[in-house]
Structures are given as C-alpha cells and as structure tokens.
C-alpha cells in the first residue's frame, strides 16, 4: 500500500516538473500584477499569440496584424495597438 503511495507522489512530481518545464518555454510578460505566459505562432494573416494569464489562470487568444493586437481575454474583447504594449516588463 505505501509503495503506491510513493508511485503516486512520484508521478505528480513528474507531472509538476513537466508542466513547469513547458511553461519555462514559453514567453512570459508581467502587466498590472498578471503574468501572461503565451507562445507566438505565425499564420498566413499574422501572428497568433496564445496563453495564460495568471494566477487566475484565464486563457487568451491575440490575433496580431498590421500593428494592431485583438482577440478575446478572459471572456473580454481586447483591441490595442502594439505600441501599446511596450511598456509590459518581460520576465
């Protein structure tokens, strides 16, 4: 019985590490007390930015085009330029 136990912390361990690891891929920014861990795809009309934001949790999809940045965050309709997001701290 207290082997399964071990196995068992043992995977979540695992488990823990491995998503830690894939976030530590990602990119990640901070912005008035969130952090954002996304990854940057290119489509054919530009650039796709998806993630987290957290600690909340609540996940984004960012379309960005022609210098423009819209999608929906945490159920809101987001639209900046991109510009306006320079002064967001990378981690």
């Known amino acids: 019985?207290?082997?399964k136990f071990i196995v068992a912390g043992?995977?979540?361990a695992i488990a823990a590490t491995a998503a830690q690891a894939e976030d530590t891929a990602k990119q990640r920014f901070t912005h008035?007390?969130?952090?954002?861990?996304?990854e940057v795809k290119d489509t054919k009309t530009g650039k796709l930015i998806?993630?987290?934001?957290?600690p909340d949790s609540v996940a984004f999809n960012l379309a960005v085009k022609n210098g423009k940045v819209s999608g929906v965050s945490g159920g809101q309709k987001v639209?900046?330029?991109?510009?306006?997001?320079?002064?967001a701290a990378s981690n």
Do not use: I, K, Q, W
């Open 1 to 3: 019985m207290l082997s």
């Open 10 to 12: 043992a995977l979540s």
């Open 32 to 38: 008035e007390g969130y952090t954002y861990v996304y």
């Open 50 to 54: 998806s993630g987290r934001r957290y």
């Open 79 to 87: 639209d900046f330029r991109v510009e306006d997001a320079r002064g």
